[in-house]
């Protein structure tokens, strides 16, 4: 596994040297290695998905090309008769939920309280489960919509899971995070028997 980022105890400037390297690694990350690693991704997932039930609701997001691929694994959500939606950022910075890429059709705030999966980004995550995400508050104001039996399972690059992330009191954990090389890893709070 790649040696893992020692973040700066300052969320800026945190955020500043995570994006600073997730831009040097998408211009250097060719299509063939970008696809490589969504296909982990998927790979990793796919145990967590086979536990859902047909027309389950699965949050997911459109990733950047500095973000873990999420291609392959909404294709495959879908593939599987499972109900993917997708945030859609408001002005508030609070999330919509839509079906599709582009945003249309928004389907509401409230849409993510009938999730059975929460997968979402972060700029990385503590071996604690605390997450370090863009800054703007997004999921934090989601996650409390859904009910603690809901797994939330956060996208990473290898080095970005790390051994603390800063924190402030309104930061929420997840229950699990993934990485191309250390796969599916869960925290105490993970909600699911084994």
């Given at each position: 596994?790649?040696e893992?980022?020692?973040?700066?105890?300052?969320k800026?400037?945190?955020?500043?040297?995570i994006r600073?390297?997730?831009r040097?690694?998408?211009?250097a990350t060719?299509?063939?290695?970008?696809?490589?690693?969504?296909?982990d991704?998927?790979?990793?997932?796919?145990?967590?998905?086979?536990?859902?039930?047909t027309?389950a609701?699965?949050?997911?997001?459109?990733?950047?090309?500095?973000?873990?691929?999420?291609?392959v694994?909404?294709?495959?959500?879908?593939?599987?008769?499972?109900d993917?939606?997708?945030p859609?950022?408001?002005?508030d910075?609070?999330l919509?939920?839509?079906?599709?890429?582009?945003?249309?059709?928004?389907?509401?705030?409230?849409?993510v309280?009938?999730a059975?999966?929460?997968?979402?980004?972060?700029?990385?995550?503590?071996?604690?489960?605390?997450?370090?995400?863009?800054?703007?508050?997004?999921?934090?104001?989601?996650m409390?919509r859904?009910p603690?039996?809901?797994?939330?399972?956060?996208l990473v690059?290898?080095?970005?899971?790390?051994?603390?992330?800063?924190?402030?009191?309104?930061?929420l954990?997840v229950d699990a995070?993934?990485t191309a090389?250390?796969g599916?890893?869960?925290?105490?709070?993970?909600?699911?028997?084994?």
């Open positions: 596994m790649p893992r980022i020692h973040l700066p105890p300052d800026s400037a945190a955020r500043r040297l600073e390297r997730r040097h690694r998408a211009e060719s299509l063939d290695a970008r696809v490589r690693h969504a296909e991704v998927r790979d990793h997932l796919a145990p967590v998905l086979d536990r859902l039930p027309g609701v699965v949050t997911s997001f459109v990733s950047r090309p500095s973000e873990v691929p999420t291609e694994l909404n294709a495959t959500v879908r593939s599987r008769g499972l993917l939606i997708l859609v950022v408001l002005a910075l609070d919509d939920w839509s079906r599709h890429e582009d945003g249309s059709e928004p389907l509401g705030i409230e849409a309280r009938t059975s999966l929460l997968i979402l980004p972060a700029l990385a995550v503590a071996e604690n489960g605390l997450r370090l995400g863009q800054g703007g508050g997004c999921y934090d104001r989601v409390p859904v603690a039996s809901v797994p939330r399972i956060a690059h290898d080095d970005e899971f790390t051994a603390t992330v800063p924190v402030e009191n309104h930061d954990p995070v993934v090389s250390v599916l890893c869960t925290f105490a709070t993970w909600p699911w028997p084994p």
